[in-house]
């Protein structure tokens, strides 16, 4: 079944250490975002990349970076956490010409640091 | 940039009462979707609007894009509990999304 699968869903690390979030799609799409949210609140756009080697920063600023080697993969790195870096990390996915189908979500990441 | 404004940010309905959610622009909109974020859950697609007037229906929900395509509406008939979550809009712009701020709809005890 085609899906967009984020690791790990829930994450408490202590201030000042390096993190990855991981995101996996296998619908083969060219786009790939990465949100930050507070639960309910608004969506922050971190990254975003239109295919391999293609990675834009968003409107968010959240000292993260991303890597886009394969389609399929887009992993989110924290170099050093912050307790303001707290909140929960989505992961999404859209097709290149099919705005129709809207974007895919993962479940999420929730970070905490302490 | 394109900036899109959701009304009202909660609304609080008792079950089996109509929830409205509204976006709005200043500018005009190629297009809007709609998503639903259960609680404590991922937003989920379940639209998207294009056309001018344009009303479509799933089930108890309906959507519609204004003539003048700055504004657009979600109604809810007769909500039930499964209803419960955040409803947001979004709008493409510059090949990113640009989405409103969500309008929580709570059910009353």
């Known amino acids: 079944e085609a899906d967009i699968y984020q690791t790990p869903r829930y994450l408490v690390i202590g201030t000042g250490k390096k993190i990855t979030l991981e995101c996996s799609q296998t619908m083969g799409h060219d786009k790939m975002y990465w949100y930050q949210q507070d639960p309910g609140m608004e969506l922050h756009l971190i990254h975003y990349?239109?295919?391999?080697?293609?990675?834009e920063k968003g409107d968010l600023s959240s000292e993260s970076t991303v890597s886009r080697i394969r389609t399929e993969h887009f992993p989110l790195t924290l170099e050093s956490a912050r307790p303001s870096h707290t909140s929960q990390y989505l992961c999404?996915?859209?097709?290149?010409?099919?705005?129709?189908?809207?974007?895919?979500f993962g479940s999420g990441t929730r970070l905490t640091v302490v | 940039g394109q900036q899109v404004m959701q009304i009202p940010q909660y609304q609080h309905v008792q079950e089996g009462e109509d929830f409205t959610t509204y976006c709005n622009s200043s500018?005009?909109?190629?297009?809007i979707q709609w998503y639903k974020q259960r609680p404590g859950g991922h937003p989920v697609f379940l639209i998207q609007?294009?056309?001018s007037g344009e009303v479509k229906k799933q089930k108890r929900l309906t959507f519609q894009f204004g003539e003048a395509k700055k504004n657009s509406s979600l109604h809810i008939t007769a909500t039930q509990t499964t209803d419960v979550g955040t409803y947001f809009c979004a709008t493409d712009s510059n090949y990113q999304l640009i989405w409103g701020a969500g309008t929580k709809l709570i059910i009353k005890p």
């Open positions: 999404a996915s859209s097709e290149i010409g099919q705005a129709w189908r809207g974007y895919t």
């Open positions: 990349s239109y295919g391999v080697n293609s990675t």
């Open positions: 609007l294009v056309k």
């Open positions: 500018t005009t909109l190629s297009n």
